[in-house]
């Protein structure tokens, strides 16, 4: 098992949005792309956050969109697509959306719209 899935989202996520926000993006779009993944609103990803909530505990709350398969393409070199084990290629989706985001993508484009 990753280290990853015990990890919590709260550890991580403050470096998300490091990432965003140095390349002029916003907290807000990129608690949009985590709603669009997971089907968190505001109020339950706080609650997560505040919560500690693991990411393996965090993916098996949510409700993930059923068109993640149309996230293609590497995260360090790995084809997020060809990850076999689900709470890391999801973790892995979680990942290209905010490199998506970070890139300067059109939010339309980021959320498969």
Known sequence: MSRIFNASVASVYPHYVNKVEKKGRTKAELDQVIAWLTGFDATALADHLAAGTTFEQFFAEASVN????????????????????PLMRNIRYLDKLVDELAQGKAMEKILRA
């Open 66 to 85: 059923p068109h993640v398969s149309l996230i293609t393409g590497s995260v360090c070199g790995v084809k997020v697509q060809e990850v076999e084990d």
